[in-house]
């Protein structure tokens, strides 16, 4: 099975880019998707991570490695 973000592909979306946008907004409460979407539009992430980050089950992640359980095809860096 073929990853949707292929590591070489322009663009790519990497863990550590999507913990720049949201990690800040980890303040010891859990978040649900939709928080998690707001707080990356509310800093001018770029669309590809607000369309990752929309992937995401709705439920609550108390801190960020929970969100590789669901988005484990995201690779750490380029």
Known sequence: MSSPFPFNAPGVVTRVEVIDHIGEAFTGVPLTRND?????????????????LGTLPDRRFARPHELWNDLGHVPIEH
């Open 36 to 52: 998690l979407l707001s707080a990356a539009q509310r800093v001018g992430a770029r669309p590809a991570v607000i369309e990752l």
